[in-house]
């Protein structure tokens, strides 16, 4: 029962933060109303997942080879784009919000097109949610013994586990200064890019797109990332026992590119929005 | 915005499934069997030719699916039940390469290429 719980939680914690993170975010920029988006994408990435699911049961021969792999790299892929930009505007809006709710609600509608947090809560419900029902259902067909049925008990209770954490975000996300939850999420979301930017890169490595790299490092020793400790981390930021150089350099290739981008004017200042119409007077 | 983004995400995965494509129709490396059957790995130590490429092919022999994870082989792999699924693996340098079932821990299993 405790190896089931571990694996829901693990394949669930991820989804969890991006939503708890996503409803927050609605909730600080003033757009509660629109939590169907948030909501809308992350039940479209669960019939996503189940449909998969299915599919892949279904699939046999090359198709079950390859089809996965392309899908789950497309995922990545599409998941990475999606948390850049999202990053890249969280700051300028960090940047650019300074009280009055109303004028923070056009902006988020203006400037942000509110489907990229659909986007985001698609895929980060899809990208392991696949693997989460299949994982399941498993599970639930041998649920016929006490046994099983402390496994598959196991696994709802992990699901659940993650799902409360995600609220648990929620909960706290809001007592925090919309300054500081920013500057906590952009950073979190930035580490959680790069790792599954450098899990991508490793992906074509292994399938023969990118040349093949030695190993950087050797820290299975100290923290196996197979382990349940090494997995979350793993999970979150991208914590690699092993890695190729590929997988580090390109690990740290996003964290300086993506990096620069989001923090390029030093840290976080709310900077005057209203120069544009003072400089006449200073002009003059 | 919204049109040309969804271009590119359009663009790329196209690209990137004729890779794939273009890569799995290659030259046909060496098979090495490997059945998951009662929890368990069978064999649990496979021993192949390092700097050669092969493919593992992997047998669910039991009624849930498994998921063949290596982390030093970047692969991450669901094998449903009762079916069989093929992976290619690259020419591997000398070593110990480990394996599991990230569905059941306690299937564990390493490639000994030397």
Not at chain 1, 272 to 283: L, T
């Amino acid at each position: 029962m405790g190896g089931t719980f571990v694996v829901t939680l693990r394949e669930g914690f991820e989804a969890a933060l991006i939503m708890g993170i996503v409803y927050t975010y609605l909730q600080k920029i003033g757009a509660e109303r629109h939590y169907r988006y948030a909501t809308r994408g992350g039940l479209l990435g669960v019939l996503a997942s189940v449909a998969l699911g299915v599919l892949v049961t279904a699939m046999s021969g090359p198709l079950l080879d390859l089809g996965p792999d392309v899908i789950g790299l497309a995922v990545i892929l599409v998941a990475v784009t999606v948390l850049t930009w999202h990053g890249y505007w969280m700051q300028q809006h960090a940047r650019a919000v300074k009280g009055d709710v109303q004028r923070r609600i056009d902006e988020a509608q203006a400037s942000h097109r509110l489907w990229t947090i659909g986007v985001l809560a698609f895929t980060g419900v899809f990208r392991e949610g696949a693997e989460t029902v299949l994982f399941l259902w498993g599970l639930l067909t041998q649920a016929t013994s006490p046994s099983g049925w402390a496994s598959a008990t196991g696994a709802v209770l992990g699901l659940a586990m993650a799902a409360t954490l995600g609220w648990a975000i929620f909960r706290g996300g809001r007592h925090i200064s919309l300054q500081r939850f920013f500057a906590v999420t952009s950073v979190f979301l930035l580490l959680l890019a790069a790792g599954m930017f450098s899990t991508g890169a490793g992906r074509l490595e292994a399938m023969g797109v990118l040349p093949q790299s030695s190993m950087a490092w050797d820290t299975s020793h100290v923290l196996d990332d197979h382990g349940v400790v090494g997995g979350f981390l793993n999970g979150l930021v991208g914590y690699r026992a092993r890695p190729s150089w590929i997988e580090a350099g390109s690990y740290l290739f996003y964290l300086v590119v993506a990096g620069a981008l989001l923090f390029r004017s030093g840290p976080p200042k709310p900077r005057a929005r209203a120069p544009r119409g003072q400089i006449p007077a200073h002009a003059a | 915005m919204g049109k040309s983004f969804n271009r590119l995400i359009a663009c790329v995965v196209v690209a990137l499934a004729s890779v794939v494509g273009a890569a799995s129709a290659a030259d046909a490396p060496q098979e090495v069997p490997l059945t998951i059957e009662k929890n368990q790995f069978q064999p649990n130590e496979v021993k192949v030719k390092a700097n050669a490429p092969f493919v593992l092919v992997i047998t669910n022999k039991s009624a849930k699916a498994a998921e063949f994870e290596s982390k030093d082989l970047r692969v991450e792999k669901v094998v449903p039940a009762g079916k069989t699924v093929n992976v290619r693996i690259r020419a591997l340098k000398p070593g110990t390469y480990s394996f599991l079932d990230d569905f059941n821990q306690q299937a564990t299993g390493r490639i000994v290429a030397e």
